[in-house]
Every structure is written in C-alpha cells, then in structure tokens.
C-alpha cells in the first residue's frame, strides 16, 4: 500500500477521552474512532489487525475440529424466557419489539440460539462430539462503557459451543480449548494465564478465564506458589497476603481486562430448550454442553498494553498492519524514491505487506508516523544512506537500528522481523 | 474435512416453509436454518459459501483500491435526524432507546455514520479519492420477509463510500466499483445484468442496479434491442411490448431480486453532515459522494437459483463449500476405504478442499447427499471401480462421468474442476 492512497488519519494530540495507553495509541495511531459511547468504528489499519487476529483465531479452531457457523443477532425473547435469563440480564441486554410487536432481542451471548439450533438435529452419539463456533457482533448495553474498544457496547466475540454424550467427552472437548486458547494467545503476543473463575450468569460447574496482567484491570487475579491461580471472586480474597485455599501461604493479588473465558455448562441449556439425543443404552439424554468465548476486539487494546512504548505502539509481527515502513526521507530525492519504490515492489512480490510512504512530508512527520503506528521494521532511505548504497532498518520492539546493502535488502530484510 | 466429523444435516422432505427452490435448497443441503421469522443461521457449509464470496469481494473491492474499514451497527438516532432520514425510513429502521434513554438506531445502511466519520479528517484536496467499504451486518424490520435469506431482517451487505473533489472524480470512482462488480458477480458465477435504475431513499443523481434474472424476482427489469437496460420502476413502463423511452421500440420486462446497486449521492450527505475539503483554488466544498451496495448474503440463493436441477445444487467451483467429495460407496471394503482416504490425503496436500464421505450409510444415501449439496465433482470408489484400478468422477454442473486411473487420479482431477 501507498501511503498517499491509504486513510490514516494519525493525530499528533493525545485525545481528552482516553485514560489508557492503549485507547489514547489507538486513536492517535488512527486505527478506530468513537461514534457514541462505547460504539466504535475501525479504520482501515484497525480493521487490517482485526482481520489478523480473526485469521489466527479462525485457523487454531479449526485446528481444533471445531466447525464455523454465523448465527444471527436478533433472537425471538421466548428463547431466553425459556432459559430463565430473560430477567437475569436486566438492562445490559437490548431488547426490541418488531413492527409485528414481537419481542425480540440483540444477542449479548448465544446458548439458547445454539442449542435451540442443534435441538433435533443432533439425535444420535453417533454424531458426537461437535463443536460449533462463530466469530460474530455482540450487544450489550454496558452502564459504563470505558477504555475503547475494551469495554464497549457493540464488540466481536469468537464463541464456541461444544456437545458430548458424557461429561467425560466434554473434559476432553473443553481441555482442547483450553490449548486452543494457549495458542491463539500466544500467536497474538498475549502472555494470557488461565485462572479458575466463577460461572457467573453462564452458569455451569467448571470456568477458566483467560487473564492478562494489566495496570488498568477492573478484575484481579490471585496467584499461589503452589500453582493455584484463580479470578479473585473465585479465590474469595480481599488483598495480597490473604491464605491460598489450596495451601494456605500468602496469595499475591494483581489487577489484570478478560479475554477469554471457556465454561463447562453441562445439561443447563439443554436440558430447559430439549436437546437430546439418543445414547448407544437405548436411553434419551440431554446433550451435555460446553462454552468458550474469545473478546476478538478486546485482544487489540490488550495487546497495545503490553506492546507499547513512550512513542507509540510495537505490533507483534503477526497482527501488525504492515510489517514493513519503508520511508524515503525526501521523495523530492528522485533516487531515494526510486530506490525506495524498487524495494516496495521486490518485498511485496515476496509476499511481505508493506507500506511505502509516499508522503511529500517531512522526515520528522514519516518518522513519528512510523513509531506511533508501530510497523515491526522500519527502513530509512536517505541521500545519506544511499551515498554508501545502504539502507537503514529500525525494529520497532528493540529500537535497534542496522544497515544493509541496498542489492541485498530485499532477501535480508524478512528474516530482521520479530516474533 | 471427514463426513463424520462433520455437522451437515441434511433433509429428505422439501420443506413447507419455503416458496422457492434456492429456499428450499439451502435448507435441505444443511446451508442455514430459521431462527425466527426473517432471521436465519448458517450452518457450516453454508458458512464456508459465505466466506468464499466474502473473500471474493474483498479481493476485487481491494484491487479496486478501496480501503476495508468496518462501521458499528449501532448508530446515534440524531445523525439521522440530521440527514432527514429518521422519518423517512419509517418502520423498516429498527430504534432502540439505550438505558440512559438516548435515542440509537440498528444501522440499515451506513451514509450518515461514514459521513460523519471522514467529516474533519478528509481535509484537503490531496488526500482524495478514498474508497472506503465494509462487510457487515445490516438490519432492517421487513414486513414481509420472504425466500430465505434474499429478503431477511438481519443479512450481510458489502458496502462501500467513495469521496472526491469534483463529479469528474465520483465518475471514475463510479465506473471503477461498476468494473470490480462485474468481476464479482462473474467469479460468483452470477450472471448480473447492470440496468438504470431509480435512487429511492438514497438520493443523489445517477444509479445502477445489477439485476439477476430470475422467475421468483420481484423486481423487474425492462431491456430493448437498443441497448437501454433499467429497472421498470426507472422505465415507468407496464409490460413488454411498451415502447422504448429512448428508441421508441417495444420493450421486453422480465422478472429479476437485485444483488447489487451503486449510487451517485454528489452532496446529499456531506453537505449536511458538514463533511467539507479544502480545494486546491483555497475554498472549502463539501465531498462528493458514491455509494456501492451487494447484497452479499443474497449472493448464495441468487446462485443456487441459476445452478440447480431437480438432485439438488450445482455449486461454481470458486463458492462451493468443498470442491471434491470422495464417497467410498462401502466403508466396510477396506481396500475401497484405503483407497479413499490416500486419495483424500493427495488432494487435501494439494490445496483441493474435499470432503471425504466416510460414513458408514448405504450408497443411496451418499449420492443423493452428493447431489444435493452440490460438489463440482463426486468420486466414487466402489469394489467394481477399484476391479479395474480406477475411479469414478462425475460433473455435477454437467453429470458427465468418467473414470480416471486410481494412480494419476490425484493430478488428472483438479483439471477436471469447471470454472
């Protein structure tokens, strides 16, 4: 991508609205911007790492075995009176009527879609296990929406759905989640820790939910020496030092924004909306049931948490939105652009997503760009270094600069971008 | 994928539901289930199809030069009080009041919020033209919603908003996104007919529908041997045989469902919503517009309505959910079983997405499954076929058979594969 033909709106002002690095880095890096509270839109480079995580996301669930489905936002009331949660989510779920006067819905979670889906057409063991994922806008309607895209009201979450004929089935469908979810953490740059955690309104027996530490964190989790990791409402302490309920030393407790949370549900869904199936004994059983969602957007903002620095943000190359810069430093400088146009086209050929800014600004403006934004490598060409028929290469994460050959750069310069 | 890990669930009775045969299709080949009265999940191969024309679209809107962004659906009832069509849009927007008791709408389309959003960031005469799109979901409360998921109440739309400094530049970005939608349906297999067409409730001055034949269509469109193509709404003409408002010669109407249409807007909406430039000559003007719509859920019946017979769908091998499906007629026959699943293992190496049909179920089962999901191509490797070191590959779009020798089977195939 030419810069000239890209919308990058950057700002060089830190937004009033923001209280943390990643909401304040995100506009100013011109990736979203706010269209009411807690509603957000995604710009051109938002969108790009959106599309990137969803691809890692899309990619270890299949891994998995899982199976893609798109269900609908707008779901009928009676499924969720039907549950019992049609009360229990009070004012966070947005509720509609239809021109006919039909109580309807936006779906803030989809249990009771899934397994009114499946009710009826998984009949027999013999079609089990399966689990059945989405990546799909939810809704609710949060009191106080706050951080960006961390907490809004309008959010994309992977949700999955898993149904076994027995609750050892579903210890084997869960545990492979639980790796899926390692993974898919890991390749984002997350240092995610699974912790035991309440079921809250899912309800259920077992929950694991997928921490990252962070200064900014409205949860907490408490950690023991003796590998016992659990949310602090699990945990049940009030502050660091309190007894571990596994060993009784000292818990340490640190605040850390939720992005994933898998459930063992069992037979709640199932067994309220009838979906049964018939076992190889002859016997008509309730599916027992699984949940696993994933925050898609809000691993953006996690990330730029942990992958920023004073001037802006250093993208993991993987979710990066181009993972090289190339900057010409004066494109009045016709060999500086045209060395600078040779290398765009060989890297890009290669199949390296990279941005060329075309930009008639001057160096300055291209350099801070360059950082705010937080391309892993970024590649300098100059009057200066072309005299020595160099070009200058900056990896964002480590600010560490060297120099290669400019016949050699194109061939070079891959193996430079980080993990 | 193997069958048996699979989640296709398949019908044998023609559903009461649905009118037509796209409808009736989607439902028994396992595409997508109803959830409520417009309102429809997609299963996993119909997902699989929806993210093959989604990738399709995004490839050609992406060489076309248009930047990916995605808009909220959530959107604040005042910017449409602003652009005068809060009113006008009646019934079909659906409004919700958030718990703070401000006024939010579910976006039917975007104008006004893409408006608003590169209102203050377009700025200036160089940073124009931008072509921004999105795929994403849409609601609107149909009255009648009908045929599955051609007229629903939450589908997905490809929309897309180009800005420029003056009608000579919205007329390249207008012939540009005409262009790449050709290219779109075409890949799709869909044989889209641009005609003029009326600009309704968008505004603005030219537009163009792209219309499919097709006998359930409740649009229609009016063509003359002159060349004159457009809409009967746009014609005002009653039936074939009117004359020809530019040539005077009798018409032909037929019956058309639209899967795409592109409006000239000019300043309807910038003007209002304040969304101005700098031009070059110092003074301030306000953007001029386009807009781009495809109704991409709408793709899939529209195709299914062109490519079926009496068996079930014949897919285009770029949307199908698999491309192969290898059905060893008896899974008991170990060598028919081997030899199935080295051919499977060959082709999935090579990229051929095939599904293997390991089943334990009857051969009628299997082929008529085969037939009604629609594979290109279908293999059948049966004690008789493996007698001869062979197997059986049949066209579905054409239902040529013929035999391949089972050793060069995992090359010669791909080349069988119709466009």
């Known amino acids: 991508m030419r810069w000239t033909q890209a919308h990058i709106p950057t700002l060089r002002e830190e937004p009033v609205e923001a209280e943390i690095a990643s909401h304040k880095l995100m506009l100013r890096a011109g990736l979203i911007r706010k269209l009411s509270a807690g509603v957000y839109s995604y710009l051109p480079l938002g969108q790009r790492v959106l599309l990137k995580v969803i691809a890692i996301i899309r990619q270890e669930m299949n891994r998995a075995g899982a199976q893609e489905v798109l269900l609908p936002a707008l779901q009928p009331a009676e499924l969720w009176k039907r549950s019992g949660r049609h009360e229990l989510m009070g004012q966070e779920m947005i509720r509609i ?14 249990e009771e879609v899934i397994t009114a889906l499946v009710a009826g057409e998984l009949r027999s063991y013999r079609q089990l296990p399966v689990n059945l994922y989405q990546i799909q806008t939810k809704f609710r309607d949060e009191p106080r929406p706050r951080f960006g895209v961390i907490r809004s009201s309008e959010f994309i979450m992977k949700d999955a759905y898993s149904f076994d004929r027995d609750t050892t089935g579903l210890d084997t469908s869960y545990q492979t989640m639980y790796e899926a979810y390692r993974t898919i ?6 240092g995610a820790i699974p912790v035991e955690a309440e079921t809250g309104f899912m309800g259920g027996s077992d ?8 200064a900014h964190g409205e949860d907490a989790i408490v950690r023991c020496p003796c590998g016992y990791a659990a949310s602090q409402e699990r945990a049940a302490v009030k502050a660091s030092g309190d007894p571990c309920p596994k060993c009784r030393k000292p818990l340490t407790l640190e605040p850390a924004i939720e992005v994933g949370h898998i459930f063992k549900l ?8 009838g979906a049964t199936f018939l076992d190889e004994d002859g016997a008509q059983k309730p599916l027992i049931m699984g949940c696993y969602g994933i925050g898609v957007t809000r691993i953006i903002p996690t990330v730029i948490e942990g992958h920023h620095d004073a001037a802006g943000i250093q993208w993991p190359s993987e979710i990066a939105p181009y993972q090289v810069d190339i900057a010409p430093l004066n494109v009045q400088h016709a060999p500086s ?3 600078a146009e040779q290398l765009y086209a060989a890297l ?3 199949g390296v997503e990279t941005i060329l800014d075309d930009r008639d600004e001057r160096a300055g403006v291209k350099l801070k760009d360059a950082d705010l934004i937080g391309f892993p490598l970024r590649v300098v060409i100059s009057e200066k270094t072309l ?22 750069a194109p061939t070079q310069l891959p193996s ?3 993990a």
């Open 266 to 273: 069992g037979t709640k869904y199932t067994q309220v909306l």
């Open 337 to 339: 652009r045209e060395a």
């Open 207 to 214: 929950s694991h939910e997928f921490m990252v530490p962070a």
């Open 348 to 350: 890009t050929q290669q």
């Open 416 to 418: 430079l971008l980080p």
């Open 387 to 408: 005299a020595k028929s160099e070009i200058e290469v900056k990896v964002r994460a480590t600010g560490q600069t060297s120099f290669l050959p400019l016949a050699s």
């Open 97 to 110: 009527r239809d021109r006919h006067g039909k109580e309807m819905v936006l779906g803030p979670t989809h």
């Open 185 to 190: 953490f890991a390749r984002c740059g997350l």
